[in-house]
């Protein structure tokens, strides 16, 4: 079985600083990768996802996330946040070949002025 | 405008009447699922199905029933609401059931409040 751990439940910054989500997850098989983003009173939204290939992946809005294998985790960053990131954050997986969704527990992130 | 929708959004409801949250997508998905959403648990996987009349159990299935007569529609059926069913529900479909993972698609939510 899988499992998510993200290490924040909740994340203030500044407006324009960078910010790190933290996620690390549990598998004993192989998985694909997640981030979504749930801004207020909405669904869920992809902003990237690890397959394959490059450990690095870039999504929307300014997003990006590293695949360490080795250290068994996804993080999030993004290199200067604005208003409008204010949301909260799941990462989640997947064992390869399934559609199932694991999800983490979620980080608010908060953006201050 | 490919979507998911659910209704109702929003439901207040007494302990023990049924009600049902309709999903509906006009993508032509194959993989449909049900979550539950609850602070600092994030989402839990509670039904899914593979196609029409291929239902399965997700992690947490109790006090839940769902039915896929239909490739589109994919309702979740609690026949006898409890207060700890009062949750934030989502549901969400993908284009493949199996091979690589294809990128599910969520719906806006569905908050049910159980007295």
């Known amino acids: 079985a899988q499992s998510v751990t993200q290490l924040d439940s909740q994340v203030p910054v500044f407006e324009e600083a960078p910010v790190e989500l933290r996620c690390n997850y549990s598998?004993?098989?192989?998985?694909?990768l997640f981030w979504y983003v749930q801004y207020p009173n909405q669904g869920l939204q992809l902003l990237l996802k690890y397959l394959s290939g490059s450990t690095l992946v870039k999504g929307i809005n300014g997003f990006e996330a590293e695949f360490n294998k080795s250290q068994t985790s996804f993080h999030l960053r993004k290199p200067s946040v604005h208003i409008s990131d204010t949301a909260e954050y799941f990462c989640a997986v997947s064992r390869q070949g399934a559609q199932k969704l694991v999800f983490g527990q979620g980080t608010r992130l908060t953006i201050n002025p | 405008e490919a979507q998911v929708t659910q209704n109702p959004r929003y439901l207040i409801t007494v302990t023990g009447k049924k009600l049902t949250v309709t999903c509906s997508q006009n993508m032509n998905h194959e993989y449909m699922s049900w979550y539950r959403q609850d602070p600092g648990l994030g989402l839990r996987q509670i039904y899914y199905?593979?196609?029409?009349?291929?239902?399965d159990k997700g992690d947490v299935p109790e006090g839940y029933k769902v039915s896929r007569k239909e490739k589109r529609n994919f309702p979740l059926i609690l026949e006898s609401p409890s207060p700890n069913q009062t949750s934030l529900y989502f549901c969400a479909s993908s284009r493949s059931a199996s091979g690589d993972q294809e990128t599910q698609y969520f719906g806006p939510g569905t908050r049910l409040l159980v007295l």
């Open positions: 598998s004993s098989v192989s998985v694909y």
């Open positions: 199905s593979m196609n029409v009349e291929v239902t």
